[in-house]
């Protein structure tokens, strides 16, 4: 009963924050408590750029974002994670034996400087390429079977925050661009260069640029993906 409790109040908790770096932190803050561990962190990576960031408690971790594989097919319990029907969590001892995951190069060189030897690791959401992830970190024990569940339980709230705010954030970027912006963006949205969009609006490549600029500048990004992933929330 005392777990429910404390499950309930983390759900009310996080249900009250307005942006998703607030939800990102106060997630983590929450999860760091939840269960035992030593650590515990939110990392967002951009499949096309390759970009990472994250957030740690009990303190950031520079080092790490740097040299985590873009390659996602070299963190084998991501990989499962995303070749799973639906978002859940997974331990590393789900997907290989201590020997296996001790002798990868990735353990050696980021997990157990960080402490990380045991992991519970969940999958947030998928957006065009954009991935959420969330973990959770020990050296002395694996995590059992009720850690596991009582972590996934958590993050089934985690995820429909996640989504409200997602969908919140798309129709607010939306609401600062000019219906022509909202064109310009929407045949980009289908896949077509920039020559081809131009065209299909009647307008030169240049004044198209022009339109990027000024839509980057709105939504304070700097490139078409980041600016099409800001309106897909």
Same mark, same amino acid.
């Given at each position: 009963?005392?777990?429910?409790?404390?499950?309930?109040? %983390?759900?009310?908790?996080?249900?009250?924050?307005?942006?998703?770096?607030?939800?990102?932190?106060?997630?983590?803050?929450?999860?760091? /408590?939840?269960?035992?561990?030593?650590?515990?962190?939110?990392?967002?990576?951009?499949?096309?750029?390759?970009?990472?960031?994250?957030?740690?408690?009990?303190?950031?971790?520079?080092?790490?974002?740097?040299?985590?594989?873009?390659?996602?097919?070299?963190?084998?319990?991501?990989?499962?994670?995303?070749?799973?029907?639906?978002?859940?969590?997974?331990? $590393?001892? *789900? /997907?290989?034996?201590?020997?296996?995951?001790?002798?990868?190069?990735?353990?050696?060189? $980021?997990?157990?400087?960080?402490?990380?030897?045991?992991? $519970?690791?969940?999958?947030?959401?998928?957006?065009?390429?954009?991935?959420?992830?969330?973990?959770?970190?020990?050296?002395?024990?694996?995590?059992?079977?009720?850690? @596991?569940?009582?972590?996934?339980?958590? %993050?089934?709230?985690?995820?429909?925050?996640?989504?409200? @705010?997602?969908?919140?954030?798309?129709? *607010?970027?939306?609401?600062?661009?000019?219906?022509?912006?909202?064109?310009?963006?929407?045949?980009?949205?289908?896949?077509?260069?920039?020559?081809?969009?131009?065209?299909?609006?009647? $307008?030169?490549?240049?004044?198209?640029?022009?339109?990027?600029?000024?839509?980057?500048?709105?939504?304070?990004?700097?490139?078409?993906? %980041?600016?099409?992933?800001?309106?897909?929330?």
């Amino acid at each position: 009963m005392p777990e429910l409790r404390r499950l309930l109040d %983390a759900a009310a908790s996080i249900g009250t924050v307005l942006t998703r770096p607030a939800l990102r932190e106060r997630t983590v803050e929450i999860l760091f /408590t939840l269960v035992p561990c030593t650590r515990a962190g939110w990392v967002t990576m951009d499949t096309t750029t390759g970009a990472m960031t994250g957030y740690h408690l009990p303190e950031p971790l520079p080092f790490l974002i740097p040299v985590m594989p873009r390659d996602l097919s070299d963190v084998p319990m991501v990989a499962e994670l995303l070749a799973a029907p639906e978002p859940g969590s997974l331990r $590393i001892s *789900d /997907t290989m034996t201590p020997e296996e995951w001790q002798a990868r190069p990735l353990y050696e060189a $980021i997990y157990r400087p960080m402490g990380g030897q045991h992991q $519970i690791g969940t999958l947030l959401s998928v957006d065009d390429g954009l991935i959420e992830t969330l973990a959770v970190f020990r050296a002395d024990r694996d995590f059992s079977d009720h850690e @596991l569940t009582y972590v996934e339980a958590f %993050a089934r709230q985690v995820r429909v925050v996640l989504a409200r @705010l997602r969908a919140s954030d798309a129709r *607010d970027a939306r609401a600062l661009l000019t219906p022509r912006q909202r064109q310009v963006l929407a045949e980009l949205e289908t896949g077509a260069t920039v020559r081809q969009a131009a065209i299909s609006l009647g $307008i030169s490549e240049k004044t198209l640029e022009n339109h990027l600029q000024a839509i980057y500048r709105r939504l304070g990004v700097s490139s078409r993906t %980041a600016a099409l992933h800001r309106l897909a929330g």
